[in-house]
């Protein structure tokens, strides 16, 4: 039988929590995570917590254009229906299909902001059934492998960081690139991985299709298995041609938004592997339904995330890797790069970057709300009462 739940308050937190050190990479300098936390109160009483990261850069989103879609079309649309409880995959992609995706102005996509609120009202119903996500997306593998990634900084830093990234006993590495030291730093970095280990890079669309390719062929010597983002979105119509020269697979990340963006790369087939992170493409639903397409088009993915994450984007990001079994992970850096996580407990991987599946009910991961207060710059709060 199925049972359905109406939700009775929205609330909105944009955050500012900060981080351990300051991760820098090719696009933007960061000091701290500026994620939105979203609670869904049922009429039942159970909440459920859901996350989203806005990324200027990524889908146009900012905290306050996600503010302005919580609060407006989202939370008309989340209060507007009943909701089951899920059961299954569809389930779940169902969800997320019956809650727009905003745009306009200079966001791509509201995908940040449509993520938020479906991973709330996904916990909630979990909650409300007393099942985890585990019990739906089920596991494929006792464990997850998460993939060391260093940021930009000096060859001396880099080699410092990798050294010690190295004691953990990652099995594939990734470098942000996009700089002038980059060959020092890549000659650095393989030099401590040694040679069995996997090696990406990451460009952040820092190049042009000449730069790239003369790069690509001279790293041929480091090994450099996947490049990610050569071009940038912009460029992306020179993506075929890039990955005719078979210098490395191509992975896409800020090229690939929208589904209509997934259909202009594979009809182009212009790409080996595609970078779905759970904030980037809307939620879960549209994680799990670009995964299913990427199947069918035979190419490779992995799940990624946004640097910054708390422990509720961690957690969901575990339980989508542990069900789908992705060529690469990333993520979980939890207390790694946060001065503080918001959860109950850590969600991080441990020795080889493994991370196993979370149990317990929702997410796995229950969020201390006085901490979310603690690093709310403001609070937003929506009765459903009030929307009528
Ligand atoms: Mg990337």
């Known amino acids: 039988m199925t049972v359905s739940h109406r939700a009775a308050r929205l609330e909105v937190f944009p955050i500012e929590l900060p981080f351990v050190e300051s991760f820098r990479h090719a696009t933007s300098d960061r000091t701290a995570s500026d994620s939105v936390l979203v609670k869904v109160t049922l009429e039942n009483g159970v909440t459920g917590w859901g996350e989203g990261v806005p990324r200027a850069y990524v889908t146009g989103e900012t905290q306050e254009t996600m503010l302005e879609h919580l609060t407006g079309p989202l939370a008309k ?101 996009g700089f002038d030291d980059d060959d020092a730093r890549l000659a650095a970095v393989r030099a401590i991985i040694g040679e069995e280990a996997s090696l990406r890079v990451d460009a952040n669309g820092a190049w042009t299709v000449e730069e790239a390719e003369e790069r690509l062929a001279r790293w041929s010597k480091f090994r450099v298995e996947t490049v990610e983002e050569p071009l940038g979105r912009a460029r992306r119509a020179d993506l075929g041609r890039l990955r005719a020269k078979k210098l490395a697979a191509i992975s896409v990340d800020e090229s690939l938004v929208t589904e209509a963006d997934a259909n202009a790369l594979f009809a182009e087939r212009s790409c080996d592997l595609l970078n779905l992170r759970l904030s980037k493409l809307g939620g879960l639903g549209a994680t799990l339904r670009m995964a299913t397409t990427a199947h069918a088009e035979k190419l490779d993915y992995q799940v990624g995330c946004q640097v910054g994450e708390t422990a509720i984007l961690s957690a969901v990001g575990r339980h989508v890797a542990a069900h789908l079994i992705p060529k690469y992970v990333e993520g979980s850096f939890g207390a790694h790069l946060l001065a503080e996580d918001i959860g109950d407990r850590p969600v991080t991987f441990g020795h080889r970057g493994v991370g196993v599946p979370l149990r317990g009910v929702g997410y796995g991961v229950d969020v201390r709300e006085d901490r979310v207060m603690a690093y709310a710059k403001s609070s937003h709060s929506i009765d459903r009462g009030s929307l009528r």
Not at 131 to 147: G, W
Request: hydrophobic share 50%.
């Open 77 to 177: 649309a989340l209060f507007g229906r009943a909701w089951s409880e899920p059961v299954s995959t569809g389930d779940i992609m169902t969800i997320g299909q019956r809650l727009p995706t905003p745009n306009g102005g200079n966001v791509i996509a509201g995908n940040a902001a449509h993520c938020a609120i479906e991973l709330a009202l996904v916990d909630a119903l979990l909650r409300s059934a007393k099942a985890s996500l585990a019990d739906v997306l089920i596991p494929a593998s006792s464990e997850v492998l998460y993939s060391a990634a260093i940021t930009a900084g000096s060859v001396e830093g880099t080699e410092k960081v990798a050294k010690r990234l190295k004691l953990v006993g990652f099995r594939d590495w990734k470098v942000k690139v």
